[in-house]
């Protein structure tokens, strides 16, 4: 039996505000990734660099991503409806399944592109405009990635989680085409630009990965970490009338969690006095877990029933 109507999702700044954080951070990836591809574009025609070509590439890829996680961002802010009763929160999940598919394909064709090059080196030319692009562009992606980081605390956000960690990235890819152009420039190891460019190919793959894991977690409703988990059952049991409880099944959805238990209770009680008490235990996981929606099945104890397992 439920406990009645959900108690409202509430969090520290408010609904409407995480909202506006979010999609204020999926502006300024839009913004940011638009502009360095045009700085980068201009140092890459002067330089002919195989690393500043990357990280264009890299960037190109990024504004892809971050207009989808825009889109996707918008959907999942639409509040739940008739046809959708548990909110619209996955799209941030199949945006970041989108944005680990570009990512592959980016850092796939980079590494095509450097090995090309390894076997016909070809000499960086004006390596000073292609170094101060790229401090220019760390930068810039460090600003970006310190305000998504704080919209993420703020919203748990998963599709801004996943920009934030390729984006994060190309601060340490942007760091490294420096790098790569000092030693190309001032030493004349012209081989040193595509095993870089190599190196930042399986960097983005890697990151890839990273995303398209995190998406599937939530696609596939995966259990949230053992120490909630533990924390949940042990608030449960705080309450002096709760006996045990059983069958504690939790996912998340965007920024909204899902948490359902079965409390086992004295089966002397009143049906007001066990609905009272799995009122109390709510209220208490709500306060571990303001943006979940908590599901109570109140059981009297000792009875046997053939429950489904769900391990």
Same mark, same amino acid.
């Given at each position: 039996?439920? @406990?009645?109507?959900?108690?409202?999702? @509430?969090?520290?700044?408010?609904?409407?505000?995480?909202?506006?954080?979010?999609?204020?951070?999926?502006?300024?990836?839009?913004?940011?990734?638009?502009?360095?591809?045009?700085?980068?574009?201009?140092?890459?025609?002067?330089?002919?660099?195989?690393?500043?070509?990357?990280?264009?590439?890299?960037?190109?890829?990024?504004?892809?991503?971050?207009?989808?996680?825009?889109?996707?961002?918008?959907?999942?802010? &639409?509040?739940?409806?008739?046809?959708?009763?548990?909110?619209?929160?996955?799209?941030?999940?199949?945006?970041?399944?989108?944005?680990?598919?570009?990512?592959?394909?980016?850092?796939?064709?980079?590494?095509?592109?450097?090995?090309?090059?390894?076997?016909?080196?070809?000499?960086?030319?004006?390596?000073?405009?292609?170094?101060?692009?790229? &401090?220019?562009?760390?930068?810039?992606?460090?600003?970006?990635?310190?305000?998504?980081?704080?919209?993420?605390?703020?919203?748990?956000? &998963?599709?801004?989680?996943?920009?934030?960690?390729?984006?994060?990235?190309?601060?340490?890819?942007?760091?490294?085409?420096? &790098?790569?152009?000092?030693?190309?420039?001032?030493?004349?190891?012209?081989?040193?630009?595509?095993?870089?460019?190599?190196?930042?190919?399986?960097?983005?793959?890697?990151?890839?990965?990273?995303?398209?894991?995190?998406?599937?977690?939530?696609?596939?409703?995966?259990?949230?970490?053992?120490?909630?988990?533990?924390?949940?059952?042990?608030?449960?049991?705080?309450?002096?009338?709760?006996?045990?409880?059983?069958?504690?099944?939790?996912?998340?959805?965007?920024?909204?969690?899902?948490?359902?238990?079965?409390?086992?209770?004295?089966?002397?009680? @009143?049906?007001?006095?066990?609905?009272?008490?799995?009122?109390?235990?709510?209220?208490?996981?709500?306060?571990?877990?303001?943006?979940?929606?908590?599901?109570?099945?109140?059981?009297?104890?000792?009875?046997?029933?053939?429950?489904?397992?769900?391990?």
């Amino acid at each position: 039996m439920d @406990t009645g109507t959900p108690v409202p999702v @509430t969090t520290p700044v408010g609904a409407q505000a995480h909202g506006r954080l979010m999609r204020l951070a999926t502006y300024a990836s839009t913004a940011t990734a638009a502009l360095l591809i045009a700085v980068k574009l201009a140092a890459w025609a002067a330089t002919g660099s195989m690393a500043l070509l990357s990280t264009l590439i890299d960037s190109a890829l990024d504004l892809a991503a971050s207009i989808l996680n825009l889109m996707a961002v918008r959907q999942a802010l &639409v509040p739940a409806d008739r046809e959708h009763r548990f909110g619209h929160g996955k799209a941030e999940a199949l945006a970041g399944l989108g944005q680990a598919a570009f990512i592959v394909g980016s850092g796939g064709l980079l590494l095509v592109e450097a090995g090309g090059r390894l076997a016909n080196p070809t000499p960086v030319t004006h390596g000073d405009w292609g170094i101060a692009v790229m &401090v220019f562009s760390i930068l810039a992606t460090a600003g970006l990635v310190k305000f998504q980081r704080y919209v993420v605390g703020r919203t748990g956000s &998963v599709a801004i989680s996943a920009d934030s960690l390729h984006y994060a990235g190309d601060v340490m890819i942007n760091g490294s085409v420096i &790098v790569s152009l000092l030693l190309a420039g001032g030493t004349g190891w012209e081989a040193a630009d595509p095993l870089f460019a190599i190196g930042i190919g399986g960097w983005l793959l890697y990151n890839a990965w990273q995303i398209a894991r995190a998406s599937l977690d939530t696609l596939m409703d995966r259990e949230m970490p053992d120490g909630d988990r533990e924390r949940i059952r042990a608030i449960a049991r705080a309450h002096p009338e709760v006996l045990n409880l059983h069958d504690l099944r939790t996912r998340t959805s965007g920024r909204q969690g899902f948490i359902q238990l079965h409390l086992e209770l004295s089966a002397e009680l @009143t049906l007001i006095h066990a609905h009272r008490i799995a009122d109390d235990v709510e209220k208490a996981i709500l306060a571990e877990f303001p943006t979940h929606e908590v599901i109570i099945h109140e059981d009297p104890a000792g009875l046997r029933e053939n429950h489904p397992s769900f391990g």
